[in-house]
């Protein structure tokens, strides 16, 4: 690893000028000091910050004790000249003795190496601010596990060997599941170490490299990129250092009139893209040559999270303008919720701005439309909670929320939210971002796969003769999320916009659907008419004892909500009931919620506090809200674990109609009822494995687990009762709260349309099918 100072200072040289940004030592290869001096090099020339270098370096393996990590760190440091490195790594899993001028062998094995006590020494130093991160280089999966249940910093990283004819598979998924990072050394084999055969020279690597027009190591390299792996390959020649930089790296005039040639005409970019001048010129090509008008072009871009401050919004537009060579774009962006300010600390740190205020930012955008340098206005990766306050407090409506949506994280919560605030959804990372080496979204540990390698999508691909790609996007489109997948090879880009000329059946539709990997929607809080849970009386046929008993026992255990309907035959039982309890002075009639199905003049007439709706569908909501004086405050849906109505009870949240769940249980009477054999086998969400096993993990009965996750989700639930003992049960869910990680495994078993208990289309008289206002004709 040593080389002389010219070399280093060459490679160096040629790295950051080919755009590299990540530099791998450690204290071992001897070559700190010489790297140190051609960074302060280009540090004081102004050419670069140190806020834009990711630098990585290793303690020694004959340092592995906790008493010698602060030692080693500072020692790296002075060599570097850098008060801090990003990423601080233990070298090896190995101890060997501290070597000295004493001993005859330099690897004598340190048998009390322990690695709990390293560790806890590796996160003093991010606490001393020497280290940003800390991780494991050559650790096995046992000794990763061990370090990262006894960290209070977990590791970040672990750097291992990994090449094409060693890919270290099972560590590398072992990793991910505790959301590490893995980095490969010797992504190209070692060519020279002199073995008879490696991957630059393998006969398969070579023909894809002449397919795709690339070196082999450019190939080796990519395949690595596209499995989430992070590559350093060692490389101090100039040429090959570019060339391995440029795996991923088209002109971008190749790609735009691609794009064009193919039919393209929606352009996303933006000012932290910093590709907005390059765009620019291409487009001026084009316009120049009157092969295309600027009205035929939908161009976004966006502003930066440093210019999250109302005084900047002007001045960032005016730039981007300037590099785009135009004097309007269709649609503006605020890029992240998050503000920052543009410099960064002493450390080098990016600095948050803790005063960002997103309504008077979005006054500043509206005066840009106003202006007439930005047509349309936006947001981008902002939650439910922050689109509903722009779009409150806004003059000019939020046009689009631009949001990372794939396969595995199809945000059907916040679709269905946008939606019904008349806000498009634009998604980007359609595909699932296989090429990302650094993964911006921490998903769920399950994740391994990719949406383009998946079965079901490889599947649809060969029955509909389409690219994995074009099935991705068509299943998005026919969501109604407008769709911009990231892609500069002429062929993908061809291939991308050719997705109009077929459609997935329902099925088909239902399949990819149920692929979502259940993420929740963060800021989306739920808001209940009342703290506590609801009781549905629905007993047709009970005898008005049996009433006085069920409503005896729901009011002495606490419920307050009495849910009751014409159709049900019940009223009046239930009236002389609750005026037994009104006379003896027990309960006053403001103390209950009492809901039936009979609208505005009601409320006007002092019949009812509130009016609502009931087994309504999104589109039949948003009719009635946007027509309504008094707007509807409630709509009763059946809802369950296996029909979890996720994009209904969103679409409600955002007009602040509440859910109600009647069903909440899965109906398992009905289920019974409806099934064709023998009743042991019938699924519910009351005897699925899952239920079972958080009802023993909390003391709780099935009952209480899904009402207790139907709560967590903010919807109101009415468990059909007139058991005693399982009404006193029904209320006792305020004692305990689901994990977050419970919570998700019972999100995942939502089985859509085909997990309802009561009215499902086979169920359904031809008539009621074909009924302009049937809900079920919608998707929610």
Known sequence: MKYDIKNIEKAVDAALEAGYRHIDTAYVYDNEAEIGQALVKWLESGKIKREELFITTKLPHYALRPECVEKYLKMSLEKLQLDYV??????????????????????VLDPETDHVKIWKAME???????????????????????????????????????????????????????????????????????????????????????????????????????????????SSDPTRIRDNFNTGIRDMDTTIDTALEAG???????????????????????????????????????????????????????QSLKNLQMTYVDLYLIHQPIGSFPEPDND?????????????????????????????????????????????????????????????FQQKELVAFCKALDVTICAYSPLGSPGMRIKMHKGDPSIIDMPLTHPVVLKLAEKYKKTPSQILIRHSIQRGVVVIPKSNNPERLKENIQVFDFALSPDDVYELDFLDRAQHLNGLNGKPSLSVVNVLFYSMKAATQDIDTTIDTALEAGFRHIDTAYGYKNEEAIGKSLKRWFDSGKIKREELFIVTKAMEAQVDAGRARSIGM??????????????????????????????????????????????????????????????????????????????LKLAKKYNKTPSQILIRHSIQRGVVVIPKSNNPERLKQNIQVFDFTLSPEDVYELDFLDRGEKGRGYERRETLSKRVLEHPENPLNDPY
């Open 264 to 318: 393209f005409r929606h352009i996303d970019t933006a000012y932290a893209y910093k590709n907005e001048e390059a765009i620019g010129k291409s487009l001026k090509r084009w316009f120049d040559s009157g092969k295309i008008k600027r009205e035929e072009l939908f161009i976004v871009t966006k502003l930066p999270s440093s210019g999250n401050r109302a005084e900047d919004v002007e001045k960032y537009l005016k």
């Open 86 to 107: 990003d990423l601080f790594l233990v070298h090896h899993s190995v101890g060997c003795m501290e070597i000295s001028k004493e001993m005859t062998d330099p690897f």
């Open 614 to 691: 009931s087994n309504f569908n999104a589109r039949q909501v948003k009719r009635v809200w946007e027509n309504a004086r008094i707007k509807p405050a409630n709509n009763q849906v059946e809802l369950n674990l296996f029909f979890q109505q996720k994009e209904l009870v969103a679409f409600c949240k955002a007009l602040d109609v509440t859910i109600c769940a009647y069903s909440p249980l899965g109906s398992p009477g009905m289920r019974i009822k409806m099934h064709k054999g023998d009743p042991s086998k019938v699924e519910m969400p009351l005897t699925d494995p899952v239920v």
């Open 348 to 408: 080098g740190n990016r600095v948050l701005d803790p005063n960002t205020d997103h309504l008077s930012l979005w006054k500043a955008m509206e005066a840009q439309v106003d202006a007439g340098r930005a047509r349309s206005i936006g947001l981008s990766n902002f939650n439910a909670r922050q689109v509903k306050r722009v779009w409150e407090n806004a003059r000019i409506k939020p046009a689009n929320n631009q949001v990372e949506l794939n396969l595995f």
């Open 124 to 234: 003093a130093q991010v606490d001393a601010g020497r280290a940003k991160s800390i991780g494991l280089s050559n650790f096995n999966a046992r000794q990763v596990k061990r370090v990262w249940k006894s960290a209070r910093i977990k590791p970040v990283m672990l750097q291992i060997e990994l090449h094409v004819f060693f890919e270290q598979r099972e560590i590398v998924t072992f990793c991910k599941a505790l959301d590490m990072e893995v980095t490969a050394y010797a992504p190209l084999g070692c060519p020279d170490i002199g073995s008879m055969t490696y991957p630059l020279e393998d006969p398969l690597v070579k023909k894809i490299a002449k397919k795709h027009n690339r070196t082999t190591a450019q190939v080796l390299l990519r395949h690595t990129i596209q499995r989430g792996i992070i590559v350093i390959p060692k």
